[in-house]
Each structure stands twice: as structure tokens, then as C-alpha cells.
């Protein structure tokens, strides 16, 4: 397990094969590091599929809307939907995409980031400037390397839960 320095600006997601412990860049992203928390505080990721899986380049969850759905009816939209909360203005900054960032999904429009994101499973540095890095993955890496692949999987691997460390006892 990972040393947390901030655990109120750590998350913690339960997958599968382990967990996956999350630094929040609250003083690059802070609008995107509060609204990570204010939605894992609610539980609203629990049980939420990832529905954009590519090899090489990302795994894409969160979309709270859609992706907790067990039908695959529903599965197929997830990536369209976000939260009941508004839309987040774009934070963008000199980080780049690295391995095991966490960056803010969003459609064409810049600042429409919602409750989805992605992690990168390598550095995809042409990215940079276009989506907000808002977290970094600082255990639990290889566990993320599993997940089921496909857009969206077959049968997709989900986030069981997403807590803020601070949380936890």
C-alpha cells in the first residue's frame, strides 16, 4: 500500500483484483479533485462499469448515469452521461499524460467534463493541454492493467467501490 500524505485528496477504488490508490491534484485541478470526492462521498461511482477499454492507451469509467446498469442495453450508452451536478469548466495545466494519470473525459466542448475519467495506461503526451490531469495513480497500478479490455467489454470489470481515503477507518 501506498504512503498517503493527503487523505482527504486521496481515493481509493476497489476493483477486482485489488485496489487502486488515487492522489488527487487538488492544487492543479481543484474543481476536479472536489468533484471526484463529492460523488465517491455519495457513493455514485460504487458498481460503475468500464465501458471504454483501449489497449495501449486507456481505461474510461465513471459515467454515473449509465454504467452502473447490469443490462447491456444500458452499457452501450455509458460514455454519454455524467452526474446531476454541473458541468466543470476545463483546468488545464503543464502536467502531462503520463502512465497512471487521471485525466477528466469530456465531449468536443472543453468544458464539459462531468463524473467521467480516464486512466492511461501509458503516457499518450498528445493529450496534453487538451484534457485535465487531475490525479495520478500511486499504488495499485497493475490492477488497472487488468481490466477487461473493449468499448465497450463484453462483460466489463467495474469499480466495486470509490472511497476518499479520509473516510476510511
Given at each position: 500500500?501506498?504512503?498517503?500524505?493527503?487523505?482527504?485528496?486521496?481515493?481509493?477504488?476497489?476493483l477486482k483484483?485489488?485496489?487502486?490508490?488515487?492522489?488527487?491534484?487538488?492544487?492543479?485541478?481543484?474543481?476536479?479533485?472536489?468533484?471526484?470526492?463529492?460523488?465517491?462521498?455519495?457513493?455514485?461511482?460504487?458498481?460503475?462499469?468500464?465501458?471504454?477499454?483501449?489497449?495501449?492507451?486507456?481505461?474510461?469509467?465513471?459515467?454515473?448515469?449509465?454504467?452502473?446498469?447490469?443490462?447491456?442495453?444500458?452499457?452501450?450508452?455509458?460514455?454519454?452521461?455524467?452526474?446531476d451536478l454541473?458541468?466543470?469548466?476545463?483546468?488545464?495545466?503543464?502536467?502531462?499524460?503520463?502512465?497512471?494519470?487521471?485525466?477528466?473525459?469530456?465531449?468536443?466542448?472543453?468544458?464539459?467534463?462531468?463524473?467521467?475519467?480516464?486512466?492511461?495506461?501509458?503516457?499518450?503526451?498528445?493529450?496534453?493541454?487538451?484534457?485535465?490531469?487531475?490525479?495520478?495513480?500511486?499504488?495499485?497500478?497493475?490492477?488497472?492493467?487488468?481490466?477487461?479490455?473493449?468499448?465497450?467489454?463484453?462483460?466489463?470489470?467495474?469499480?466495486?467501490?470509490?472511497?476518499?481515503?479520509?473516510?476510511?477507518?
Open positions: 500500500m501506498a504512503e498517503i500524505k493527503d487523505p482527504e485528496n486521496t481515493v481509493i477504488i476497489t483484483d485489488g485496489e487502486v490508490v488515487i492522489e488527487l491534484l487538488a492544487d492543479v485541478a481543484p474543481k476536479h479533485a472536489e468533484r471526484m470526492k463529492t460523488l465517491a462521498r455519495a457513493k455514485a461511482y460504487d458498481n460503475v462499469a468500464f465501458h471504454r477499454v483501449i489497449d495501449g492507451f486507456m481505461a474510461q469509467t465513471g459515467d454515473v448515469a449509465n454504467g452502473n446498469m447490469e443490462n447491456n442495453f444500458n452499457l452501450r450508452r455509458a460514455g454519454t452521461g455524467g452526474s454541473p458541468d466543470l469548466p476545463a483546468e488545464f495545466s503543464k502536467l502531462p499524460h503520463d502512465r497512471g494519470t487521471l485525466g477528466a473525459a469530456r465531449s468536443q466542448n472543453p468544458n464539459s467534463a462531468n463524473s467521467q475519467f480516464f486512466i492511461n495506461f501509458k503516457d499518450n503526451h498528445f493529450l496534453n493541454g487538451q484534457y485535465t490531469v487531475y490525479g495520478r495513480v500511486i499504488a495499485g497500478m497493475e490492477h488497472v492493467d487488468k481490466i477487461t479490455r473493449g468499448e465497450p467489454p463484453q462483460t466489463p470489470d467495474r469499480m466495486i467501490t470509490v472511497r476518499v481515503a479520509a473516510d476510511v477507518a
